[in-house]
């Protein structure tokens, strides 16, 4: 991890009529960096995922993520980025192979390209056996990982993760987190939302959205130092019943 | 019998391509609140749809209220409050009008079992003439629970209740919950937070179909068995290698920024692990011996069920 901001947000603004979900966000996210992005359903977390990933145009602000204008810039901003959520990720009814072969097409690899990345991600997570067997028969800890690599077939330098270990078991949950350690230790920054505490710890740094604001952002310790918290499920329950 | 609420007897149900119950059985007493713990793709949600009368099982009984949930399936109906997992409330009628629709259906009116659901319905009221499908996550959370309560069921049975919604309306709808337990409501709940584990009086916990342990969320933890070690240095990512290195390591899991570590050799203690990390060139290495949650308890009974 360094300090070169990959995700720039200044003063940003969303607002749906007389209704601001977005309150003046100001942060930014470094390169190689795992960044929590934490609070309570409707404080406003979605509209600005939706905005840094290209999907929704902010009303004001400064915003740049892999370098690209979040106005004018929104295709390159998807393009460069990666996503995952739990409640969607692979097609069911198509194969393993398939699937890859799919998010690489879409996200405009060369067939050359896909193809021996193809090759290249089935072997290192050990599929190239059941290549053809379609993701609903596979068990959820290889459907997790395999949904996180095709995020990141592309080697978009952001990923965003949206709740991605909803309702998996605690032991597939941890290795997910391995995953996500490797990816950030070759570079990709990671922009992970969670419902689950102890997930929070696990982050570089963490930010708390209350009602369209954020209301805290610090390294995990830091805020549980702040808010004099024992762990993170603490400082939330202070942050957002406040 | 008479103080049982429900009981499942060797239960079963396969789909073409799964095994979703594998011979489930557990009984749930009158008054408890009940809760069934366990990752997606356990079998939670077959099991609660044979309870509601939904699915039929492929081998094994299960009793509501001493009725069978295949013959009795028309009284079972009047006698339950079930929220599915999914939002199933009709997105285009207002509040007021799904909670009007729900107490028509079972033949009652809002006015007559208001006091019932007044602490949760209160909380949507201002809001009643809003479609449900613009609420919020936490509003629908409340008017489908005030729509499965308006008929003033013997049996409440919530299908995930709390996945995905944030630390603190979890906890705000497990107070709900413990209030209408109290008024004598059996609640049969379930849930793949493992931190709501303590809040029930009993939980069966779930994996692959198959029920690991049946309990009091005290008596689950109390099986764990083994000497549990919390232990922490200045780089977390450095001590899950170097103890997955170790050739004393039992069992090694990530919790928050400790890790929680059994070893297979029992004869040694805090000095070993701290030595051992010492050498490793780890500092600020704290470790203590601690107490197993639920958590531990089921990574622990996973990995058992898996070698077995």
């Not at chain 1, 406003?44 to 840094?52: D, E, F, P, S, Y």
């Not at chain 1, 996180?148 to 990923?159: G, L, N, R, T």
């Amino acid at each position: 991890m360094n300090n070169k901001a990959v995700i720039t947000v200044k003063n940003l603004y969303k607002r749906f009529g007389n209704f601001v979900a977005n309150d003046n966000l100001n942060f930014e996210v470094y390169e190689g960096e795992i960044f929590g992005f934490l609070g309570a359903n409707g404080a406003g977390k979605t509209t600005a995922m939706k905005i840094l990933c290209g999907l929704s145009k902010p009303s004001s602000g400064e915003i740049s993520v892999a370098g690209f204008d979040a106005y004018k810039d929104t295709e390159k901003i998807k393009k460069s980025i990666g996503y995952m959520s739990q409640k969607f990720s692979l097609y069911e009814d198509l194969t393993i192979v398939e699937n890859i072969m799919f998010y690489g097409g879409i996200y405009g690899m060369s067939i050359d390209d896909i193809k021996i990345r193809t090759e290249q991600l089935l072997q290192k997570l050990e599929l190239t056996e059941i290549k053809d067997n379609l993701i609903k028969d596979l068990p959820i800890g290889w459907r997790q990982k395999l949904a996180f690599s095709v995020a990141i077939f592309h080697q978009p330098k952001i990923v965003f993760l949206d709740e991605p270990t909803g309702g998996v078991d605690p032991i597939t949950r941890r290795q997910f987190w391995n995953l996500i350690y490797e990816a950030a230790q070759d570079g990709i920054t990671i922009f992970v939302t969670t419902h689950y505490m102890d997930e929070a710890e696990y982050c570089n740094r963490v930010s708390i959205m209350v009602d369209g604001k954020i209301a805290a952002l610090d390294t995990p310790e830091g805020l549980m130092k702040t808010y004099d918290a024992m762990n993170m499920e603490e400082v939330f329950l202070k942050l957002a019943r406040a | 019998m008479n103080n049982l609420s429900v009981t499942v007897n060797n239960i079963s149900k396969s789909y073409p391509n799964a095994l979703a119950l594998d011979n489930v059985s557990f009984d749930v007493k009158k008054s408890e609140l009940f809760g069934i713990i366990g990752p997606d793709g356990g079998g939670k949600t077959s099991l609660f749809r044979i309870l509601t009368t939904l699915l039929l099982p492929d081998s094994g009984t299960a009793t509501l209220e001493g009725l069978d949930c295949v013959k009795d399936y028309k009284k079972i109906r009047n006698l339950i409050g079930y929220m599915p997992g999914r939002f199933s409330l009709y997105q285009d009628l207002s509040v007021e009008e799904n909670l009007k629709f729900f107490a028509t259906i079972f033949g009652t009116t809002i006015e007559e079992n208001y006091d019932l659901i007044k602490d949760i319905y209160q909380q949507i009221e201002p809001f009643k003439t809003r479609p449900a499908g613009k609420l919020s996550g936490g509003m629908k959370q409340k008017l489908a629970l005030s729509c499965a309560m308006i008929h003033k069921p013997e049996v409440l049975i919530l299908d995930e209740p709390t996945t995905g919604v944030d630390a603190v309306s979890r906890k705000e709808f497990w107070e709900m919950l413990k209030r209408l337990n109290l008024a004598g409501i059996t609640i049969l709940v379930s849930t793949p937070y493992m931190d709501e584990a303590i809040l029930c009086d009993r939980v069966a916990l779930i994996q692959g179909g198959k029920i690991l342990s049946t309990d009091t969320p005290q008596n689950i933890v109390n099986t764990f068995g083994k000497i549990l070690f919390s232990v922490k240095t200045n780089n977390i990512h450095k001590l899950m290698n170097d103890l997955n290195e170790w050739s004393n390591t039992g069992s090694a899991y990530l919790f928050g920024q400790q890790i929680h570590l059994t070893l297979s050799n029992e004869s040694l203690n805090e000095k070993d692990i701290i030595d051992y990390l010492t050498q490793k060139e780890s500092s600020d290495i704290k470790v203590e011996k601690i107490k197993a949650g639920i958590e531990d308890t089921f990574m622990s009974l996973m990995t058992k069920q898996h070698h077995e």
